[in-house]
Structure formats: C-alpha cells, structure tokens
T-cell receptor, first 110, second 113 residues
Framework: AQRVTQPEKLLSVFKGAPVELKCNYS??????LFWYVQYSRQRLQLLLRHISRESIKGFTADLNKGETSFHLKKPFAQEEDSAMYYC????????????FGTGTRLTVIP | DGGITQSPKYLFRKEGQNVTLSCEQNLNHDAMYWYRQDPGQGLRLIYYSQIVNDFQKGDIAEGYSVSREKKESFPLTVTSAQKNPTAFYLCASSGSGYTGELFFGEGSRLTVL
C-alpha cells in the first residue's frame, strides 16, 4: 500500500536560515512525487514535481529512492514561505489522483 | 474568473440527511476529484472521474456518491451512510495527460449537527 509520511506537523525557522521539510514514502513501484503548498487564504497549489528537477521559489526536492525520501529544501527561508506544505505521491502513470501526506506547517520567524 | 468553484463554502445539516456539494470548473479539464481533509490526516481521495459519465472510487468512498453528467460539473453527495461526515471537502481538476498538477477549489466545510 502507498503511504506518505511527513513527520513534522509544525516547523519554525528564522528568516535567512535553511529549511528542510521531510517527506518519506512507501510504494512498491516507481512513484511520482510532488510538493503542494497552501499559503494563507489561498488555494492549495502545486509547488514542484520531482520529475521536472526544477527549483521553484528557491525550493528544491530530490527523490532519494534508496531512502524513499523526497525532502523539500531551501537554503535561506523568507517570511513569505510561511505556509502549509503537503508531500504527494502518484503511483499510477497516466492518472493524476494523488496520495497526500498529512502536511507540515512552516512558520518563518522574522 | 476561471478555475474551480465549490459551493456552498459552509453547510450545516442534521444527522441523517443527505447533502450535495457542488463543484464546477471552466478550465476544460477532463479529470475531476474529490478529497476530504481532516485535521492531522491530510487529504484523502473520495472519488475521481477521468471522463464524462465515468468515475472511480478513491480510498474512502463509502458513504459518498458522485455523478459526472457534464464535463464541467462533478457534484458530491454525502449520504446518511457516511459515519463521520463533518469535514472539509476539496474539489480539484486536472487537464489531459499526466502531469500530477491538480487545480483546487476553495473547499466546502460541512458540519453535521
């Protein structure tokens, strides 16, 4: 069965400090991994996907199949990064139904 | 204004009543989804539909029903068989092809009294 684990419900960092939001997954096949973000009073939206190997708003995430992890990182946190972050997994190629983790609320302290 | 529109935003119902949540999209997306969000549990998939007149159960479909008669619309009915209906419900859609990108509505909060 597929599972996405985000061990931290809450994470606080100071502005300018590095931030890492952890995500571990369990899936028997080759998953696609994503990070979604929800800023205050905004809709949940895609932040980045592992297959694109992109950096969005300074965030990157590397899929580590050996450790079954997909941690989200940013070297210097900004106040506008404060939001709820969800890690998500898709196990079916061709289908966009995603399996989400429980989310981590990031607070960047000025 | 394009996107996903969910209504109502807040809904109160008495126990034992069925209730239907509306989800409309004008993005011309083929696929639509319903998720349930509970505190500490993230989002869980209820139903999804990849084309008109077709839909599949997600992880927690029991006590829910859907229809997909039009491409733009994917209403969710929370039936009296759903044991814990009080929750926040999110509708989403995605375009053709596999991208992993879902476009979400603002959500509907259902409270059963």
């Amino acid at each position: 069965a597929q599972r996405v684990t985000q061990p931290e419900k809450l994470l606080s960092v100071f502005k300018g400090a590095p931030v890492e939001l952890k995500c571990n997954y369990s899936y028997s096949g080759s998953p696609e991994l994503f990070w979604y973000v929800q800023y205050s009073r905004q809709r949940l939206q895609l932040l980045l996907r592992h297959i694109s190997r992109e950096s969005i708003k300074g965030f990157t995430a590397d899929l580590n199949k050996g450790e079954t992890s997909f941690h989200l990182k940013k070297p210097f946190a900004q106040e506008e990064d404060s939001a709820m972050y969800y890690c998500a997994l898709s196990g079916k190629t061709g289908a966009n139904n995603l399996f989400f983790g429980t989310g981590t609320r990031l607070t960047v302290i000025p | 204004d394009g996107g996903i529109t969910q209504s109502p935003k807040y809904l109160f119902r008495k126990e034992g009543q069925n209730v239907t949540l509306s989800c409309e999209q004008n993005l011309n997306h083929d696929a639509m989804y319903w998720y349930r969000q509970d505190p500490g549990q993230g989002l869980r998939l209820i139903y999804y539909s990849q084309i008109v007149n077709d839909f599949q159960k997600g992880d927690i479909a029991e006590g829910y029903s859907v229809s997909r008669e039009k491409k733009e619309s994917f209403p969710l009915t929370v039936t009296s068989a759903q044991k814990n209906p009080t929750a926040f419900y999110l509708c989403a859609s995605s375009g053709s092809g596999y991208t992993g990108e879902l476009f979400f509505g603002e959500g509907s909060r259902l409270t059963v009294l």
